[in-house]
């Protein structure tokens, strides 16, 4: 893998709308992890899916 200079060495999760006591934070390397409080959820490979499944669960918590 070509490692270029300009790639920041720490990826930054943008300040996304709070839902509920979910959190995304990124999880090693490559990944990104969802947690309700301090228990982990999941983990997934893209940002956007950590988001879709929070989006998910808070929806059906919010409903049942």
Known sequence: MI???WW???RKIRK????????????GSKFYALYEGDELV????YKIGAMEVMRKLYAARKTG
């Open 8 to 10: 920041p060495d720490e």
């Open 16 to 27: 996304y709308e709070k839902l509920g006591n979910f959190t995304i934070e990124t999880y």
């Open 3 to 5: 490692r270029h200079d």
């Open 42 to 45: 999941c983990v997934t490979v």
